[in-house]
């Protein structure tokens, strides 16, 4: 399968914990994105990674959410403290550099925190 | 800041039949993508259809079409012959043109369409 992969597809986790998520993208793809889809809602963008650059971070993305990609390959979303307004689908996608600006999304980690 | 609205939260069709979508959204920017994105219950994200603002020629693939109006900023999808794996959630999605920034899309809150045999 060459598609997004995400992992893990499900994590439970108790308020005040911390949790960490992985994304790979498409593997010729540099440009790699954050989004948070809550229960009724669209898609909200959080942040953009250009190769091991980000770019862009959205208001939503608060001091207690980190995101890396070191190598320009997978990245990792990091929240610290949990809270349950953070439970959420964390959704991936990446788009290649010549890009059609297309988004090719991942399965999504879904983020309960009790 | 750009918004999208999907005014409507849920649709049914029957199976072969047609279905309209409406999306209206709200720029000041004058060059812009349109995309409609479907995602299947429990499954991931895929695009249906994209569109330039600048182009005039409304998009279509196979059974799905738009109608693009710009000066009403409209954005409709019509999916023809409606098939049970229609069944899922559609989004509206604006990305602005990117200018060596991200290419962020900006969703409307989604329709739920249900294809029923």
């Known amino acids: 399968d060459t598609g997004v992969s995400q992992d893990p597809r499900h994590k439970i986790t108790k308020r005040g914990q911390n949790v960490t998520f992985r994304c790979d993208p498409i593997?010729?793809?540099?440009?790699l994105y954050w989004y948070r889809q809550t229960l009724g809602q669209g898609p909200e963008f959080l942040t953009y990674?250009?190769?091991?650059?980000?770019?862009?971070k959205s208001r939503l993305l608060s001091d207690r959410f980190s995101a890396e990609r070191p190598k320009g390959s997978f990245s990792t979303l990091e929240i610290q403290r949990t809270e349950q307004g953070d439970s959420a689908m964390y959704l991936c996608?990446?788009?290649?550099?010549?890009?059609?600006?297309?988004?090719?999304f991942g399965p999504g980690t879904r983020l309960t925190v009790l | 800041a750009q918004t999208v609205t999907q005014s409507q939260p849920e649709m049914s069709v029957q199976e072969a039949e047609t279905v309209t979508l409406s999306c209206t959204y709200d720029?000041?920017?004058?060059?812009?993508?349109l995309f409609w994105y479907k995602q299947p219950p429990s499954r991931q994200m895929i695009l249906v259809i994209r569109?330039?603002?600048?182009?005039?020629q409304n998009a279509t693939e196979n059974r799905f079409s738009v109608n693009f109006q710009k000066a009403a900023k409209s954005f409709s999808l019509k999916i023809s012959d409606s098939q049970l794996g229609d069944t899922a959630m559609y989004f509206c999605?604006?990305?602005?043109?990117?200018?060596?920034?991200?290419?962020?899309?900006?969703f409307g809150k989604g329709t739920k369409l249900t294809v029923n045999p």
């Open positions: 569109q330039e603002a600048y182009k005039q």
């Open positions: 593997s010729e793809h540099n440009r």
């Open positions: 990674f250009q190769n091991e650059a980000q770019l862009e």
């Open positions: 999605a604006f990305m602005k043109q990117p200018q060596g920034g991200s290419e962020k899309l900006v």
């Open positions: 720029t000041s920017e004058s060059n812009y993508y």
């Open positions: 996608a990446s788009s290649p550099q010549a890009s059609s600006n297309e988004q090719f």
